[in-house]
Nanobody, 126 residues
Framework: QVQVVESGGGWVQTGGSLRLSCAAS????????MGWFRQAPGKEREFVAY????????KYADSVKGRFTMSRDNAKNTAYLEMNSLKPEDTAVYYC???????????????????WGQGTQVTVSS
């Protein structure tokens, strides 16, 4: 069992930056591929980024490519999402997700993830 807790959300103006953290406990994070998703009010949860188990493969949604950077520090059992040049359309609850131990890399699809955090709110004002 893996427990996941996100932090770092908040309010920021357009063009600002935030760094989200995803702390995992219960198992060594190095055994798992991870992803970030987000859900805006009235919309479905959507893929943001994922990183492979060893960190060599990182993929981003087109909407955040060039602005967001996902990374992981397995020694700290933590993953990060650095968000720059934020836009009002980035406003959402951001979720960290962890795949099962057998998965080498992440997935674009939320149903492929086994463990989820409670989410952290990001609000970008215009």
């Amino acid at each position: 069992q893996v427990q996941v807790v996100e932090s770092g959300g908040g309010w920021v103006q357009t063009g600002g930056s935030l760094r989200l953290s995803c702390a995992a406990s219960g198992r060594a994070l190095s055994n798992y591929a991870m992803g970030w998703f987000r859900q805006a009010p009235g919309k479905e949860r959507e893929f943001v980024a994922y990183v492979s188990k060893l960190g060599g493969v990182v993929k981003y949604a087109d909407s955040v490519k060039g602005r967001f950077t996902m990374s992981r520090d397995n020694a700290k059992n933590t993953a990060y999402l650095e968000m720059n040049s934020l836009k009002p359309e980035d406003t959402a609850v951001y979720y960290c997700a962890v795949r099962g131990a057998s998965a080498l890399t992440g997935s674009l699809y939320s149903q492929d993830y086994n463990y989820w955090g409670q989410g952290t709110q990001v609000t970008v004002s215009s």
